[in-house]
């Protein structure tokens, strides 16, 4: 995903295509998830600080989750009203992933999607002392709500 294209490469595609197990609708949802992906990047990040942001990794959570993050190294400021925190890149990517898939999960029935929200979430719950910027923008950005 690169931000002044605003879409995933073939590579990302394939790999969020694959993790999300989604043959007749792969590309749909993988193109929803960056429209999301990018319309949250820019409701949180300050625009200065935006156009640091041009290459992006895909980590994978056994067995079907996965986050999106900043490949380059940097803490960004995020923002939430008038309330703001600091996270690096790979804390910033797993909110961010879980957020935007926070939203999917309430359009789709997908089962996908539901997958790759609840190892996430669980990730995110189970490190919650070390990637506590990650938790805590979770929280506030309402992503942790429970799911069966």
């Excluded at 989604?22 to 409701?43: G, H, M, N, P, T």
């Excluded at 986050?67 to 939430?80: A, G, I, M």
């Excluded at 008038?82 to 790979?90: E, G, Q, R, T, V």
Aim: glycine content about 4%.
């Amino acid at each position: 995903m690169n931000h002044s294209r605003n879409t995933f490469s073939q590579n990302e595609c394939e790999f969020l295509s694959e993790l999300l197990n989604d043959i007749e609708r792969k590309k749909r949802l993988v193109l929803r998830f960056d429209e999301l992906y990018q319309q949250q990047l820019k409701a949180r990040i300050s625009a200065s600080r935006l156009s640091e942001i041009d290459v992006f990794g895909t980590i994978h959570i056994p067995p079907k989750g996965f986050y999106v993050f900043p490949v380059q190294e940097k803490v960004y400021l995020v923002t939430f009203d008038n309330f703001s925190i600091s996270l690096d890149h790979m804390q910033l990517g797993m909110a961010l992933t879980l957020e935007v898939l926070t939203m999917m999960k309430r359009e789709t029935d997908d089962l996908s999607i539901q997958d790759a929200y609840t190892a996430l979430r669980h990730r995110i719950l189970e490190k919650s002392d070390v990637w506590d910027g990650a938790y805590t923008y979770a929280l506030l950005a309402g992503s942790l709500q429970y799911c069966g």
